[in-house]
């Protein structure tokens, strides 16, 4: 059973490949749009909020989404674990699974594509695929955005673009953002001046949970600041340059390993993955650092033990909602860091029985 | 073939069990004896050196000496190598492996009674038994000391007893010492406290490997510092007494941790046997503080992967010397960390081939 939940719970999204999928975990895209003869969602009442729900919902039906057979799911409707479960899977906000109000998301078939609906914008629509797909990922939320727009009229001013409740995403209404591993780069401790390069051509650097939240993993998010006087197409076009720089750097640094110190990232590699293995209490954070260390291991040839996928796995199955998921019921911290350690184990052998 | 030399190669003094064996890794006595009219090895030439050898090499066939099949190897005839994968098997001492001296061993078959020849002093007869059997190690040893004593005159002084080449020694010519595996006490931190009372009552604290060296793998080795004015019986219960002290504070030590802390013993013990099974380089240091975890693990029926040999067999094995004997060449220091972490990974998968 619990074989099951872990084969079937890591996000879907991330099971697939994609290009530099050894670098690049994921790619995503996230457009905001708001009806223009409704209030913001903190303003509005469940009437008008309800309106909203419904009218997507039908707008969706009016073409061919994309979204497979799509399922819409209201928050009130969810535990709050279940809701968090959420937000670690990447489909819903923070902001979305917390606000009490009269909101909801339609999940596509394969979970690739979310749309939040009253969360800080009345519509936020959200593709996220596996390695760097970006220009994939706009045309797909580009398609949504043509078909819902087809019955709904957006609030849009000629000058600024498209309003939305908070001023920084005015215009565009984008943000577009990607998940990249850079262990190599961390390694070599290139990685602050890359990072700080990143920040001065207007792009923002984040850990792997979003706005404020700590580098863990050597997992960083690089996203688009500016929504304003720029197309769509030149921003997703700067962020693909950058990033495919930095993919570059990363390549480079890991073939600069290769050459100078294999053995000690092998080392490592093992160390990590021993020490995941057989530990009994593991912290997320410690879990990840690990993980990217395995990682790293497997994606230059030097581990064998597992496959590459169990860093995109266990970065979800870890997080606290899905541990107390996995166990169906709630869990103090320290029983958390038990059950993760467990969780791991599971995993790890679903691998080696695989090799057996 | 590797595996071959590390079954036969971990001391063979090492692999009987004894009472406490859990604790007491070993127990030895070792007597220091001098001719009468032979000056003292230092002082002496070839011709009475090797006078030596043959005098007591015949007084051991005139009785039931104990020693099997003993053989008789002269240092002059080993390689440089093979004599400090003696010293680390506590065959010989490392002065008798430095000093280019016409000096020798004599061994007994199972190498649990090793009489050196030449080196501080004329003979110093060596027992070495698994667990705390000091007495047992001190009748065996008295036993070949009257055997050679038949035919021997020994310097020997009424009022200040047996004569040695270092005043230290002058007395009984006995020292005797017990090798402790104390990692329960190591983490309550009571370590200290207790190590400080040993030296109060007359007793000295050393490391693994002797006089000065560091502790490692939280062995200690306890031995008595006086040789005079106290009777070997004397000396031998003032040892045993306080070490069946240490041994009792061991085992509540350890049963405090199963009550408070299993779980965090049992991480720790995993993660160092994950660390050992994977790790690509491994100091002697590392290794023996990784392995005392894991024989802590094991020994609190904490962690079923090895059994508590491990300890026993790879603090031998994993010195340079014996990895140089395996490799069949000489290796740097880099080179033997490597060398290191392989012949541990082979000694854990003679267990776990074991167990499947």
Known sequence: ???????????????????HHNIVLSSRIRLARNFREVPFPSLAGDEETEQVINSVQESLKRG???LGRPKTIKMKDLSSIDKQVMVEKHLISPLLAKEDRNSAVILSQDEDISIMLNEEDHIRIQCLFPGLQLEKAFEMADHIDDLIEESVDYAFDEELGFMTACPTNVGTGMRASVMLHLPALAITGQINRILSAVGQVGLAVRGLYGEGS???????????QITLGQSEQDMIENLLGVTKQIVEQEEQARKKLEEDSELKVADKAGRSFGQLSY?????????????????LGVDMGLLKEVDATILDDLMVLIRPANLQKIAGKELESGERDTKRAEIIQKRINMNTDKQE
Chains 1, 2 share one sequence.
Do not use: C, H
């Not at 059973?1 to 290009?19: C, F, S």
């Not at 700590?214 to 688009?224: A, C, H, P, R, Y």
């Not at 530990?279 to 990682?295: F, N």
């Open 64 to 66: 061919e989404s994309g």
């Open 279 to 295: 530990a009994r209490i593991v912290t997320t954070k410690e879990a990840l650092d690990l993980l990217s260390q395995v990682r």
């Open 214 to 224: 700590e580098v863990v993993g050597n997992i960083f998010q690089i996203s688009n």
């Open 1 to 19: 059973m619990l074989d099951k939940y872990i084969r079937e719970t890591g996000a879907k999204w991330m099971e697939g490949e994609g290009p």
